[in-house]
């Protein structure tokens, strides 16, 4: 894969087909987060903190200047939702129930892989040159950055026959967590 850099930015332009194979170290992380953006199509842009652990993820989503703010709680089968008043909503319906009561039609359980470079196990997938197809989400890799020694995604377009997703993450932090 031939990659141009850009170092005035710190990412790298995808220049040739993606590879999965660049992606599998971060994978072998069992902490890791990031700091960036999530844009869908016809929503205001969400800041988004996403910390990762072996079986938890906790994501923090708001508006500018910290509006809306929401922290969600994900394990393999139950979501938690505490939009601050006190109250922390559960469910094991994981993205019907996050889509109800966010407005926000994020494929979470597939897109916890999808910010690593790496396609859901437990789903087939066919690559494309720059990402693959997977559960009816074309997946494309725009931008890569480099993170101690190694890429990591740093721009990500998910889009199906009904929504956009753009995710633009300015930051990561892999420490050493492995």
């Not at 505490?82 to 889509?99: P, R, W």
């Not at 494929?107 to 693959?132: C, E, H, I, K």
Request: glycine share 8%.
């Amino acid at each position: 894969m031939q990659l141009l850099l850009l170092t005035a930015c710190a990412t790298t332009e995808l220049t040739d087909r993606f590879s999965i194979e660049k992606m599998l170290p971060l994978s072998e992380l069992r902490q890791w987060s990031f700091e960036g953006r999530l844009s869908v199509v016809g929503q205001p842009v969400i800041f988004v903190s996403w910390h990762h652990d072996v079986d938890h993820e906790r994501l923090k989503l708001s508006g500018p200047l910290g509006q809306g703010a929401t922290t969600i709680d994900l394990t393999p089968n139950k979501i938690m939702i505490d939009k601050g008043a006190g109250e922390v909503l559960i469910s094991d319906q994981v993205e019907a129930f996050l889509f109800e009561k966010t407005g926000v039609p994020i494929p979470v359980q597939s897109l916890r892989y999808w910010v690593m470079g790496l396609p859901l196990p437990s789903q087939a997938y066919q690559m494309t040159d720059n990402g693959f197809v997977q559960t009816g989400w074309l997946v494309e890799y725009k931008q890569l950055q480099i993170v101690g020694a190694a890429y990591r995604p740093a721009k990500i377009f998910a889009s199906n026959t009904q929504n956009k997703i753009k995710l633009i993450i300015d930051q990561w932090d892999v420490g050493n967590a492995k």
